[in-house]
């Protein structure tokens, strides 16, 4: 699910645009504008809900240095996506 968001870093004064590619309620994929670093701590804003949350990069592709995973600190949906009823159940 692509939604756009700005990130910007919480003990540093960078700032950029970006998408993500894969969403969760405990983190995302994402596709930045620029390179980001293993344990940077980071705002993100997702324009869609207009909410924000901050997060942790936990990884960075080494092919695309610009792909990197993050992890929300508090697990929530600020992504506005739609989550499984609570009786869901897959099928066996």
């Given at each position: 699910m692509k939604v756009a968001i700005g990130m910007q870093g919480?003990?540093?004064?960078s700032t950029c645009a970006g998408e993500t590619i894969v969403v969760n309620l405990h983190g995302?994929?994402?596709?930045?504008?620029?390179?980001l670093r293993i344990g940077m701590r980071i705002w993100i804003h997702v324009?869609?809900?207009d909410k924000r949350a901050?997060?942790?990069v936990v990884c960075v592709d080494s092919?695309?240095?610009l792909q990197c995973g993050i992890e929300l600190d508090k697990p929530q949906n600020i992504w506005g996506?739609?989550?499984p009823p609570d009786d869901w159940e897959t099928d066996r």
């Amino acid at each position: 699910m692509k939604v756009a968001i700005g990130m910007q870093g919480v003990a540093e004064s960078s700032t950029c645009a970006g998408e993500t590619i894969v969403v969760n309620l405990h983190g995302a994929l994402i596709l930045t504008g620029i390179e980001l670093r293993i344990g940077m701590r980071i705002w993100i804003h997702v324009y869609l809900t207009d909410k924000r949350a901050t997060a942790r990069v936990v990884c960075v592709d080494s092919e695309n240095p610009l792909q990197c995973g993050i992890e929300l600190d508090k697990p929530q949906n600020i992504w506005g996506i739609s989550l499984p009823p609570d009786d869901w159940e897959t099928d066996r």
